[in-house]
């Protein structure tokens, strides 16, 4: 998408992406272009695993959105449990600091911007010893510390450090640690919060880690998530998942696993069939694949529908009399259906049934003992690659994540199809579009 669009004097054109476009001939596009990089729900990160903190900007809330540090604080609490998780999390408190965007509780309609500080760089050591002031220093330091050389299998050292001509791959995973992880899920708290009122909920859980599978379900306890320390709602599963984490740890190994998430009272038709990078499954699988070990996204039934016939995949909707009994309320969520195989997408749009959404979870790539490597210096073979304080599982950590990534791509879809400079404004506009759907029943 164009980062900039140039008007030139006297020729009336504009450049983007390096294209010379006429308004008169393209004036749809540029719109598009327009509304795609200016009108929407954004957020930007910044920030090293070991560096001084994080930063997070928000941008495109309404105003008059009701939001306090204390919503942020409890998302950013639970990115941070989940048995398996490492040493840091007994230093950090991921504590937001809001800087910009909110006064007197609400929200302004201007940028939003909050600092994570990373208690470790003020108060830790580096692997080696060196004290991460001195290693992440921002100017130069007498005592940088060791470079990295022995590369991990699995993580973004290798290509890090040949794409940025790099000689320590620390310069590369700092950046791609999954430390970056809590300013997105800041990010997503403002943007469930957004939601909200609009009574849409959006819960991250955790179905399998290491092999092991909680029983599918479509009624999910969420309170039975929040206080499961591997965020699995069935108990049993939960129990032989900390087990497999134990075991893993004892033998030095990782685990990844398998998270969903699941958002309920969608409006019908966000998103778009028009175009290939308007449909919401584009976004939304594009989302989700960002965050860090994620290597697989499906909806609904997924994958095993590949194995079906159409017959037995495709989710027959529901005659009228069975959910239009309650005239002004179903017209809200219209066209229900026997089942949610698609996970409440067809077409790139929503179709009012509840979104599901699953990732695959790669195992940690840090590893306590390391897979053989080569070393950065000289590219000879060394028996183990280079290993720093780490999580067994990210698993029920990226469920957290994974909601909150759900919820930015639906707060963007929500303010693209319904738009306003004050939450009023939204609902009103969402208020007239289900007014419209429903007049045109026969």
């Not at 695993?49 to 939001?67: D, F, K, Q, Y």
């Not at 183990?384 to 067994?392: N, Q």
């Amino acid at each position: 998408m164009a980062k900039c669009i140039k008007l030139s004097q006297g020729n009336d054109q504009h450049a983007a992406l390096g294209t010379e476009l006429t308004l008169q001939k393209y004036p749809l596009t540029l719109t598009y272009i327009w509304l795609k990089e200016f009108l929407m729900f954004r957020f930007l990160t910044a920030g090293e695993s070991h560096g001084p903190g994080l930063t997070v900007i928000v941008e495109g809330i309404p105003a008059g959105l009701e939001l306090t540090k204390e919503y942020l604080s409890r998302d950013m609490a639970r990115r941070m449990q989940g048995h398996g998780r490492g040493g840091r999390m007994k230093i950090e408190t991921d504590e937001p600091i809001i800087r910009s965007g909110i006064r007197h509780g609400q929200t302004m309609g201007s940028p939003i911007s909050i600092l994570i500080d990373n208690r470790d760089f003020a108060n830790g050591n580096g692997p080696d010893g060196t004290p991460w002031q001195e290693a992440m220093s921002i100017g130069p330091s007498e005592n940088p510390g060791a470079p990295i050389t022995h590369l991990r299998p699995g993580h973004a050292d290798t290509p890090g450090i040949v794409k940025y001509l790099q000689n320590d791959a620390r310069n590369i995973l700092e950046r791609s640690s999954a430390r970056e992880s809590a300013a997105r899920v800041a990010a997503g708290s403002i943007a469930k919060r957004f939601l909200e009122e609009f009574d849409i909920e959006v819960h991250g859980h955790v179905e399998a880690i290491g092999g092991i599978h909680a029983p599918p379900s479509d009624n999910i306890d969420w309170d039975a998530v929040e206080t499961s320390v591997v965020r699995c709602a069935d108990a049993t599963a939960s129990d032989r998942m900390v087990e497999a984490i134990d075991n893993a740890r004892d033998a030095g190994d990782s685990l990844g696993g398998v998270v969903g998430v699941i958002a309920t009272g969608l409006p019908i038709g966000l998103g778009s069939h028009i175009q290939w990078d308007r449909k919401l499954t584009t976004r939304l699988a594009g989302a989700v694949m960002s965050m860090n070990a994620v290597k697989g996204v499906e909806f609904g039934a997924g994958f095993s529908q590949a194995d079906l016939p159409g017959s037995s995949v495709h989710d027959v909707i529901k005659p009228v009399s069975e959910w239009a009994s309650d005239t002004e309320k179903a017209w809200h969520a219209p066209y229900r259906r026997n089942t949610n195989n698609s996970g409440g997408l067809e077409g790139g749009m929503t179709t009012g049934e509840p979104l599901v959404v699953r990732a695959a979870v790669k195992p940690i790539a840090t590893i306590i003992n390391g897979l053989p490597t080569v070393d950065l210096r000289d590219g000879k073979f060394v028996d183990r690659a280079h290993f720093e304080r780490s999580d067994i599982t990210f698993v029920p950590t990226c469920s957290v994540i994974a909601e909150a990534m759900v919820a930015i791509v639906l707060a963007d879809a929500m303010l693209e199809k319904f738009g306003g400079d004050h939450i009023s404004e939204t609902k009103r506009n969402l208020h007239t579009y289900r007014s419209s759907y429903a007049d045109t029943r026969s």
